[in-house]
């Protein structure tokens, strides 16, 4: 068996691999961090989404994105009702309304001067709500008047909960402001809005309708369409956008409806997560921070392992004047970098999980290790590890053994 | 008949004719010039080098610091890249030498650096086995080769230690255990004993001549401990950057020891004598040859180191054969004593081997043989 030489000189000198793997795991939790606070930025994108019921989506041509929804006439989502293949099709209102915190029970009221917060407000029917999580669905239901609402547990510590931090059921009966209107809590749900806002609540359709006084009933702003069993959502949709009419932008009035855009889940996930992280700034921000973490990471990684080189050049240039081809010298720092990723992967990977639910607690930001992150990060990890190794051993390669010593 | 050769000017010292036979080299230095730096600070280290070294020959190469021995050896051995001039190791020529064929000849030598480059992590044994490693040597034969090494270099009881646990002469000796484990061609030293006490390094030069002998093994060595001369086949003397003597220890003792049976040169010191064999050309002569005619002028002094030659004089127009000469003997000296033509006709009877001295050089030495004699006496008169 050949000598494990790259194994023999990281077990060697424990102190200068455990600098090593601390260098390499600083880069490697620095990637996480930036990962992860990507991965919210999508997240932002879909979570309210992925809690909602529907097959087929009617939006106005004009959406921007979640916040951003503009309206279209309500009539539309009825006439898509009307089709054979729709099972059942619900107008979904969703707006920036402004909250105030509410009044704590020790502050006399002639001295409350609550904060006034920007808060998403959907507004839903209590008889059918479009939500797929099962509590959801039946809190929902709670929604009986228009002065009801319910709050979204992951909404900031500014809107006011009594416990100071999140939400939770001891604020069950408070009543604050929302919009125009005085508004009690009803209960408190969890849904999170990520970076698009700071917090959601949810009331009926006559509770939206005063929280953002400035948009008719009649106006909606997601139309949700769910198919009959076994209809095929694709086709549908070609269906039910003839029907509708093509999608325009345009507001020359015109004989046909053309206001309308019809999109399958599929679709309005990628263009919602496209729209987020592409698009706004903060998407671009995030993806740059990936960049950075890299290029840091590899400078950090750098520089641990040609340190790691340089205190064994004469040795490396021994083996190369014994007649080791530079193939063989590469793969040995090779190996010992691809170790020092691997085994330095491991803890980062729990401190960086650690990270994540502090960050996501602390800031309402949905951090999640997916394990596409885990296995982007692995291969950036050893990318890392095995191109500054590479960049490290360039002087070994060039240089005449005598040189070395 | 043919006049003998005049041998490229090779001096008689430099061991090329040992005993009339040629021996293949190893490695030939021609005209090796060598620079360091580069634009206004290039400075020259190594001028028109030229040696040639032997199978089987310890070199030791010596000099002051700074003369160029290191430079030279890691050129010889591949650690450097040849500038000017025409390196050839082991057959190869080492001046454009691709990558590949440096790698693969590298590993047929064997190298033992002033410092040890140990890998700190590698017990002596795993050491010594990254040599043996490389050559995909047979597992069984590298494992007792190794044990054998070490422990002939006394290490046997430190076998599985690991540098930090060995003392700097331990140390040295595993690095010349793992410069020696292949089986090399050819093996580089330098100052292999600098850090060694005198016994070990008695036992390293020792196993050196070993490998020179039984294995076929040539060595060059750099050092400056003169405890270690005496194994030298040869020894080169650098100075700035040049050659300055480049000697065969054995030939030229012989050259010596035939000298000294001249009565004229007796009584000189071994010193001059050694200066004198140093001055000495070769010249080679195929049977029948005429050496020299009686009636030409004299100009050389000649010292057969092999082969026989028939001494004859022609009398009245009457060739007779007067004598028979061999190995040891020499002629041509009466022609130079009194400046007259030469007196008889040598023709080689076999094939023949002269070191020659010529005209100059012979009286330049026995004025110097005069003036020793003169010394001498007159510091047995001064005495009272």
């Known amino acids: 068996m050949k000598t494990p030489l790259a194994w023999k000189n990281l077990t060697y000198n424990r102190v200068r691999t455990g600098v090593?793997?601390?260098?390499?795991?600083?880069?490697?939790?620095?990637?996480?961090?930036?990962?992860?606070?990507?991965?919210?930025?999508?997240?932002?994108?879909?979570?309210?989404?992925?809690?909602?019921?529907?097959?087929?989506?009617?939006?106005?041509?004009?959406?921007?994105?979640?916040?951003?929804?503009?309206?279209?006439?309500?009539?539309?989502?009825?006439?898509?009702?009307?089709?054979?293949?729709?099972?059942?099709?619900?107008?979904?209102?969703?707006?920036?309304?402004?909250?105030?915190?509410?009044?704590?029970?020790?502050?006399?009221?002639?001295?409350?001067?609550?904060?006034?917060?920007?808060?998403?407000?959907?507004?839903?029917?209590?008889?059918?709500?479009?939500?797929?999580?099962?509590?959801?669905?039946?809190?929902?239901?709670?929604?009986?008047?228009?002065?009801?609402?319910?709050?979204?547990?992951?909404?900031?510590?500014?809107?006011?909960?009594?416990?100071?931090?999140?939400?939770?059921?001891?604020?069950?009966?408070?009543?604050?402001?929302?919009?125009?209107?005085?508004?009690?809590?009803?209960?408190?749900?969890?849904?999170?809005?990520?970076?698009?806002?700071?917090?959601?609540?949810?009331?009926?359709?006559?509770?939206?309708?005063?929280?953002?006084?400035?948009?008719?009933?009649?106006?909606?702003?997601?139309?949700?369409?769910?198919?009959?069993?076994?209809?095929?959502?694709?086709?549908?949709?070609?269906?039910?956008?003839?029907?509708?009419?093509?999608?325009?932008?345009?507001?020359?009035?015109?004989?046909?409806?053309?206001?309308?855009?019809?999109?399958?889940?599929?679709?309005?996930?990628?263009?919602?997560?496209?729209?987020?992280?592409?698009?706004?700034?903060?998407?671009?921000?995030?993806?740059?921070?990936?960049?950075?973490?890299?290029?840091?990471?590899?400078?950090?990684?750098?520089?641990?392992?040609s340190t790691d080189i340089a205190n064994m050049m004469a040795e490396y240039a021994t083996l190369k004047a014994m007649g080791y081809p530079n193939r063989y010298l590469a793969t040995v720092v090779l190996q010992q970098s691809v170790m020092l990723a691997l085994v330095g992967y491991v803890p980062s990977l729990i401190i960086a999980s650690g990270l994540y639910a502090f960050v996501g607690t602390w800031s309402g930001l949905p951090m999640i290790m997916t394990w596409q992150i885990m296995a982007i990060v692995l291969v950036l990890a050893v990318a890392m590890c095995t191109v500054s190794g590479m960049f490290a051993l360039r002087k070994l390669f060039q240089a005449d053994p005598a040189d070395l010593f | 008949m043919s006049s003998p050769q005049m041998l490229n000017s090779l001096p008689a010292t430099s061991g090329a004719y040992t005993n009339g036979m040629q021996i293949p080299k190893t490695v030939k230095v021609g005209h090796l010039n060598h620079y360091f730096g580069e634009g206004e600070l290039r400075k020259q280290a190594l001028y028109h080098n030229n040696l040639e070294v032997r199978r089987g020959e310890i070199v030791i190469m010596t000099g002051p610091s700074g003369s160029g021995k290191t430079t030279l050896l890691t050129l010889v051995g591949t650690l450097r890249t040849v500038q000017e001039g025409s390196l050839k190791v082991l057959g190869h020529e080492l001046n454009g030498a691709t990558n590949d064929a440096i790698v693969r000849l590298r590993q047929e030598l064997g190298f033992i650096f002033q410092a040890h480059n140990l890998f700190e992590s590698l017990t002596a044994y795993q050491n010594v086995n990254m040599a043996a490693e490389l050559q995909g040597m047979n597992r069984k034969l590298a494992d007792e080769r190794i044990t054998y090494l070490l422990t002939r270099l006394g290490l046997g009881h430190r076998i599985h230690y690991k540098p930090k646990s060995l003392s700097g002469g331990q140390k040295q000796r595993v690095a010349i255990a793992r410069g020696l484990v292949h089986q090399p061609k050819l093996v580089l030293a330098d100052e292999p004993t600098a850090a060694l006490d005198e016994q070990s390094g008695r036992e390293v030069v020792t196993l050196f001549q070993e490998l020179a002998r039984n294995e076929g093994c040539t060595i060059i060595m750099v050092t400056h401990d003169n405890r270690v001369l005496d194994v030298a086949d040869r020894i080169v003397n650098m100075v700035d950057g040049r050659i300055r003597s480049d000697v065969a220890v054995h030939e030229t003792s012989v050259i010596c020891e035939f000298l000294r049976r001249y009565p004229l040169f007796a009584d000189l010191q071994t010193s001059t004598l050694t200066e004198v064999a140093d001055k000495m050309m070769v010249e080679e002569a195929q049977p029948e040859d005429l050496v020299i005619r009686q009636g030409d002028p004299g100009e050389l002094f000649y010292l057969i180191r092999s082969g026989r030659v028939d001494v004859v004089v022609e009398e009245n127009g009457e060739k007779r054969k007067v004598a028979e000469l061999g190995e040891g003997q020499y002629f041509g000296e009466a022609a130079l004593l009194r400046d007259e033509p030469r007196n008889a006709t040598i023709v080689a009877r076999t094939k023949c081997l002269f070191y020659t001295l010529g005209k100059v050089d012979f009286k330049q030495v026995l004025d110097r043989s005069k003036s020793f004699d003169a010394e001498v006496r007159a510091v047995l008169a001064s005495r009272t």
Not at chain 1, 55 to 69: A, V
Not at chain 1, 232 to 254: D, F, H, I, V
């Open chain 1, 20 to 305: 090593a793997l601390a260098g390499v795991g600083f880069a490697v939790i620095l990637i996480f961090m930036q990962m992860g606070f990507k991965g919210a930025v999508r997240k932002t994108a879909t979570q309210i989404y992925d809690a909602l019921d529907f097959d087929l989506m009617l939006r106005s041509p004009s959406y921007l994105h979640l916040t951003e929804p503009r309206t279209f006439p309500r009539e539309r989502i009825f006439e898509a009702a009307s089709m054979p293949t729709v099972a059942k099709a619900r107008p979904f209102y969703l707006g920036l309304s402004e909250w105030q915190a509410p009044q704590p029970d020790d502050v006399p009221p002639d001295q409350w001067h609550g904060q006034w917060r920007g808060i998403i407000t959907i507004g839903v029917d209590p008889n059918d709500p479009p939500f797929l999580p099962e509590d959801l669905r039946d809190k929902a239901a709670e929604l009986t008047d228009a002065r009801f609402v319910l709050i979204d547990s992951k909404s900031k510590r500014e809107f006011g909960p009594k416990n100071g931090s999140r939400f939770g059921p001891e604020d069950i009966g408070v009543e604050t402001t929302l919009g125009s209107g005085r508004v009690q809590i009803v209960d408190y749900v969890t849904l999170g809005t990520g970076l698009a806002a700071n917090g959601a609540c949810i009331a009926n359709y006559e509770g939206f309708a005063r929280a953002c006084p400035w948009q008719p009933l009649d106006e909606a702003n997601l139309g949700l369409i769910n198919l009959r069993t076994g209809v095929e959502p694709n086709a549908a949709k070609e269906q039910l956008q003839a029907l509708l009419g093509p999608p325009t932008t345009s507001s020359t009035p015109s004989a046909m409806p053309a206001d309308v855009e019809v999109l399958t889940r599929a679709e309005v996930k990628a263009r919602e997560e496209y729209r987020w992280v592409h698009q706004t700034p903060l998407g671009k921000i995030f993806t740059f921070g990936v960049w950075v973490a890299l290029f840091v990471g590899v400078a950090i990684v750098y520089q641990v392992l």
